[in-house]
């Protein structure tokens, strides 16, 4: 190969969409529940500021998000110094890695989990990556993480709802996890789906942030906010670490985004009643799929978890079929998003489908 050589380990990098996650419906795809993204349309009162924002898109944003800032700063009582914003919660990751972890340093988390990850760690920041396996009902386990720290760890995520299992960390069992790792240790509470849980003694990261002097938050609000296609998302953290994410990407929000934001955030109370909708249609799904005989757990995300391991691209298939798009994360199972209740009720019917027919072929075997 002649000319211009992009580093070989961004080879590596799987593309997100292998299968389609996202975006507008196409011909053979008309439900969309793969990319975990808020199935409503924006709220009318957001979506108004964000087209007199766009108004403006001739001027640059504000490049330090000073606004959308200070109104997180007053939506979680917390100085403005806490603060960072980025283009979703992906940029904010990749900036906590950039920021923490050079190249022989560790960043851990568990796996299966975000896959993001491993690919920012290795192959775009160069550090290493540890993933330390989930338990057998798809939990974090804490216990095993804290004995992988060592003195090159500098970084350890904890995605609570975990992606894809939809498992949330316990707020007792963090406080021991925490109690055991290194001040120097940063542990970052990735809560990208931190609205629709609904498990009384789930760990919260805007707490715990408060009282341990190590540990940060990720949010966004792509999923519960239903501002996906803007790119927005923020991280709570110790006050140098804020301030050095803060420096690593200028310019990093449209205007547009940030607008719609503030704009969100004033409307929480009306975006948490299509959570609590959401929340309901998770519990009805999971319900109809346990009852169909699926091996499924009670999910605190927006999405549904199948480990159906070797069947997953099979189960993939006949729901495409169906118009419908699934995410398949390699062997290990299927995920499910939680959408308007037409997509859901065609996605159980078309899953009480596969197994009657399973059942039939095991039977005649």
Known sequence: MSGP?????LHRIAVHAASRSGG???PELT????????????????LDTAIAAAGRFNRYPDIGCERLIDALARRFDLPPTRFAVGAGSVVV??????????????VMYAWRSFEAYPVITTAICGATAVGVPL??????DLNAMAERVTARTRLIFLCTPNNPTGTAVGRDE????????????LVVLDEAYAEFVRDKDAADGTTVCREYPNAAVVRTFSKAFGLAGLRVGFAIAPEPVAAALRTTAPYGVSQIGQEAA???LAATDAVMKRVDVVVAERHRMEDALIEQGWPVSRSQANFIWLPI???????AGVCARAGIAVRVLAEDGVRVTVGARESNDLFLATAAGIRLEHDQQSLSA
């Open 24 to 26: 507008a419906p196409t």
């Open 5 to 9: 050589r992009p580093r070989p380990e």
């Open 262 to 264: 503030i704009a969100s």
């Open 135 to 140: 338990t057998n009902d798809g939990y974090h």
């Open 31 to 46: 439900h969309l529940l793969a990319a975990n993204e808020n199935p409503y349309d924006p709220l009318p009162g957001v």
């Open 93 to 106: 990751i990749q900036s906590l890695i950039q920021a923490m972890a050079a190249p022989g340093d560790e």
């Open 174 to 185: 963090l406080r021991e996890f925490l109690d055991r790792v290194p001040e120097d240790v």
């Open 309 to 315: 391991r070797e069947r997953s691209a099979d189960f």
